[in-house]
């Protein structure tokens, strides 16, 4: 579920979806310069992984192969201007209308930025994320 943006001055938020990076992000830095830029930033990863869509009637069975190219990951940090991000939560049809802040934003014409970031900035959101981001920093990783 995402988070409202809380009124404040700030100029530019720099919120996620309700999870966290578990480690230190390469793209920190950046996200207030773009969002004061009055564009939208993502960290985000490039997908490696083979991808399957699934039949509608049959979601065991393999419709196609996607192709991976200009597909990324995103993860977190995210960054708006915060009258671009309340336009956003306010325009959104309901409390799971996205899943994540950059996708509503997006839905406003908004351009949004790809930043490349690490894979190691892992997005906690499962209990699967928390015990592979546990088990990262058990081996000092």
Request: no cysteine; aromatic share 2%; hydrophobic share 40%.
């Amino acid at each position: 579920m995402l988070r409202r943006p809380r009124s404040s001055s700030a100029a530019s938020p720099v919120p996620g979806s309700s999870s966290f990076p578990a480690g230190l992000s390469a793209a920190i830095p950046w996200p207030r310069g773009s969002a004061r830029g009055g564009e939208g930033a993502v960290a985000a990863v490039r997908v490696s992984d083979t991808l399957k869509e699934a039949s509608v009637e049959d979601p065991s069975l393999v419709a196609r192969t996607l192709p991976r190219d200009g597909l990324w990951r995103a993860q977190t940090p995210q960054g708006f201007p915060r009258e671009v991000l309340e336009r956003a939560h306010a325009a959104a049809p309901g409390a799971n209308a996205a899943t994540d802040d950059a996708a509503l934003v997006e839905r406003l014409g908004v351009p949004v930025r790809l930043v490349p970031d690490s894979p190691r900035n892992l997005k906690v959101t499962t209990a699967e994320d928390l015990a592979l981001a546990e088990l990262l920093a058990g081996r000092g990783e």
